[in-house]
Structures are given as C-alpha cells and as structure tokens.
C-alpha cells in the first residue's frame, strides 16, 4: 500500500510544478506594460528645438538639458505607461529624434 502512496504523490507533484513554471511567463507579459524612453540619434539641424524639448519634458535646466541630448545615446524617461512612452517618442520624432523603446 505505502508503494501506491508514494508513486500517487509523486505525479501529483509534476503537475503542480508545471503550473509554477507557467505563472512567471504570465507575470512577465503583465511586466511589460511600462517602457523605457532612450534617446539613441539626432538630427544636428533640430538640436535646439530637440533639447527646448527635453528640458520641458523632463524639468531640466539648459545646460543638463543639452548635455543629455548631446550625451546621446541617452535614457530620457523611465517606467512609462505604453501611452505615455508612443507619445514622447512620436513628439521627439518629430523633432528629429531616432527613439528606442525598452
């Protein structure tokens, strides 16, 4: 009888292990509903109009603002919601911005 027990827990055991296995996969496609904004290329004639932006966006001095832009490729924003993210990379483009989103 022990015998039977044992070989019963045993593939009881799989299944339960396989259920663990599948949640972390369904966390991570929840996970990414925040993105990160990098500022990877610019174009050099829409600099100024690019770095008025940035200082707006992120509250940034003149110079911080410049240094980061001319720092690129550069982080500009982190943990955006999807929305917020396609927006600030679309309003950058338009200023001569190559975005990346991560």
């Given at each position: 009888?022990?015998g039977m027990?044992?070989g019963?827990?045993?593939a009881?055991?799989?299944?339960?292990?396989?259920?663990?296995?599948?949640?972390?996969?369904?966390e991570e496609?929840?996970?990414?509903?925040?993105?990160?904004?990098?500022?990877?290329k610019?174009?050099?004639?829409?600099?100024?109009?690019?770095?008025?932006e940035?200082?707006?966006?992120?509250?940034?001095?003149?110079?911080?603002?410049k240094?980061?832009?001319?720092?690129a490729?550069?982080?500009?924003k982190k943990e955006?919601?999807?929305?917020e993210?396609?927006?600030?990379?679309?309003?950058?483009?338009?200023l001569?911005?190559?975005?990346?989103?991560?």
């Amino acid at each position: 009888m022990m015998g039977m027990m044992g070989g019963g827990g045993a593939a009881q055991a799989a299944p339960v292990a396989a259920a663990v296995v599948e949640k972390p996969k369904e966390e991570e496609k929840k996970e990414k509903s925040h993105y990160d904004v990098e500022l990877t290329k610019f174009d050099a004639a829409k600099k100024i109009g690019l770095i008025k932006e940035v200082r707006a966006i992120l509250g940034l001095g003149l110079k911080e603002a410049k240094e980061m832009v001319e720092g690129a490729p550069v982080w500009l924003k982190k943990e955006l919601a999807k929305e917020e993210a396609d927006k600030l990379v679309a309003k950058l483009k338009e200023l001569g911005a190559e975005c990346r989103l991560a």
